[in-house]
């Protein structure tokens, strides 16, 4: 194996992963939590069972730790998450931090603080969130496990806990 392709070729996953996440990954969701009448069905072309689902939150009937295995499950798991927003006036979601770790040539995680906002800018809630994504058969990237909590921080590096050994 040439390294140095290799590396290259992992570099260029880093940079599709993320131009992938937030220009259309990202568009996809906020378009459906935002439209009132839109249910999550879109964000099926992103999201693929099994997907792994450990998210903190005080509201018990939105913290979930399990699998979403089928698509119904995908998608109810979705509607809990997207339910409140809605109902909030959720419009747009701002990005205070964000990175993007590449594994391999074929998967990467994304780290972000999304902050969720109203049309006048209003913060409905703010995110810590770590996603794992791969690229499936055709190339495309799919998100197959999300891990989140809510934070007050600004920066990744205040968000999650790290310990070295």
């Known amino acids: 194996m040439d390294l140095e392709q290799y590396r290259d070729d992992v570099a260029r996953a880093a940079e599709g992963a ?6 259309q990954y990202l568009y996809a969701w906020t378009a459906a939590a935002a439209d009132p009448s839109a249910g999550p069905g879109p964000v099926l072309d992103y999201w693929v069972p099994p997907l792994s689902v450990s998210v903190d939150d005080p509201d018990p009937a939105r913290a979930v730790h399990g699998w979403c295995t089928d698509p119904d499950s995908v998608l109810a798991y979705l509607a809990a998450q997207q339910e409140p927003l809605k109902a909030a006036g959720y ?31 209003t913060e409905i ?5 770590h996603f794992e994504v791969r690229r499936d058969g ?28």
Request: proline residues 4%.
């Open 138 to 165: 055709s190339g495309a990237w799919r998100v197959i496990a999300i891990a989140a909590h809510p934070t007050g921080a600004d920066r990744i590096a205040d968000a999650f806990v790290t310990v070295n050994p």
């Open 125 to 129: 809630e703010r995110l810590a969130v």
């Open 18 to 23: 993320r131009d992938w996440f937030f220009h």
């Open 91 to 121: 419009t747009h979601t701002e990005v205070p931090d964000s990175r993007v770790t590449a594994y391999s040539s074929h998967s990467a995680g994304i780290e972000v603080i999304w902050s969720r906002r109203t049309a006048d800018n």
